[in-house]
């Protein structure tokens, strides 16, 4: 069964790979659906978004990366998807999430899986990292080499 993680993404984490990699196990094909949420101001730009979370994901081979153009539950009838997947690490995680899901499933019918998350990981947030990051601290333990980069990148350039 083919499920959809989605997500702003803003950069990709050590946390959102760990919940990609274990839905990987779970379900036959991961698709990783990048999208916008209006409510947010990103750091990258959603076509760097998207080159991010694909260099994050290279290693996995039933998982891929695509953009969403519109609701996320159009993306997942055009992606054949009936299932989204979801990281959840704290309560303030489950009510969001909770929202969300009812209206995914009153929308389309699409169900949601929510995976906790794991203890290493637990509680990073894309927003924490970016605002410790422009404070000069060091998240290379918490995402890959190359988003840090980009990070240290978009800082300078800031
Ligand atoms: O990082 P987030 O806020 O969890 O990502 C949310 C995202 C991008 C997955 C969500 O905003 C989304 O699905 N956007 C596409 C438009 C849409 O379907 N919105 C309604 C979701 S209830």
Same mark, same amino acid.
């Given at each position: *069964? #083919? ?21 990987? $196990?779970?379900?036959?094909?991961? =698709? =990783? ?7 947010? !101001? ?11 979370? #694909?260099?994050? %994901? /290279?290693?996995? $081979?039933? =998982? #891929?990366?695509?953009? %969403? ?5 159009? &993306? ?17 995680? &489950?009510?969001? +999430?909770?929202? *969300? ?9 699409? $169900? ?7 203890? +290493?990981?637990?509680? %990073?947030?894309?927003? *924490?990292? #970016?605002?410790?990051?422009? !404070?000069?601290?060091? %998240?290379?333990?918490? =995402? ?5 980069? /980009? ?5 300078? +350039? !800031?």
């Amino acid at each position: *069964m #083919r499920a959809v993680c989605p997500g702003s993404f803003d950069p990709i984490t050590r946390g959102h790979l760990d919940i990609i990699s274990r839905a990987a $196990e779970v379900f036959s094909e991961v =698709v =990783v659906a990048v999208g916008h949420n209006t409510t947010k !101001n990103y750091l990258f730009d959603f076509g760097e978004r998207v080159e991010l979370a #694909r260099d994050a %994901i /290279a290693n996995l $081979e039933n =998982v #891929r990366v695509e953009p %969403i153009r519109g609701l996320l539950v159009d &993306f997942c009838r055009q992606h054949d998807a009936r299932v989204i997947v979801k990281g959840v690490r704290f309560g303030s995680d &489950f009510d969001y +999430e909770l929202q *969300m899901s009812q209206l995914n499933r009153q929308l389309s019918g699409i $169900e949601t899986v929510l995976l906790p998350a794991g203890r +290493e990981y637990g509680t %990073i947030s894309s927003s *924490m990292l #970016r605002e410790v990051a422009h !404070n000069g601290a060091d %998240i290379s333990a918490f =995402v890959t080499a190359k988003v840090n980069a /980009a990070v240290l990148a978009k800082i300078a +350039e !800031n």
